[in-house]
Nanobody
Framework: QVQVVESGGGLVQAGGSLRLSCAASGSIFSINAMDWYRQPAGKQRELVATITRAGSTNYADAVKGRFAISRDNAKNTVYLQMNSLAPEDTAVYYC????????????????WGQGTQVTVSS
């Protein structure tokens, strides 16, 4: 059994900051990339940021220079520091992990968290 759980969402004024956390737990052998996605109301889910196990990062153009993704491999946790937030950042933010469960050999599985709401007021 594997769980991916996000936390840290909430309501913030434009220009403010929030830090999201996402912890993967359970029978995990290894985690490769961990990502943050977001889905504004009525729109498609979009990739926000990615970080590999080695720490390489990639960002959507809309958040470059404002958001920072990081991870703690020992804790199977990924973070998203969001600064200079704007109303257009309002969305449900989802954590995603590609991982191998204990006993699965080399088979990668994809796991999603339940999402956390981020609302930025103008």
């Amino acid at each position: 059994q594997v769980q991916v759980v996000e936390s840290g969402g909430g309501l913030v004024q434009a220009g403010g900051s929030l830090r999201l956390s996402c912890a993967a737990s359970g029978s995990i052998f290894s985690i490769n990339a961990m990502d943050w996605y977001r889905q504004p109301a009525g729109k498609q889910r979009e990739l926000v940021a990615t970080i590999t196990r080695a720490g390489s990062t990639n960002y959507a153009d809309a958040v470059k220079g404002r958001f920072a993704i990081s991870r703690d491999n020992a804790k199977n946790t990924v973070y998203l520091q969001m600064n200079s937030l704007a109303p257009e950042d309002t969305a449900v933010y989802y954590c995603h992990a590609d991982l191998i469960r204990v006993g699965d050999g080399v088979r990668w599985s994809s796991y999603w968290g339940q999402g956390t709401q981020v609302t930025v007021s103008s």
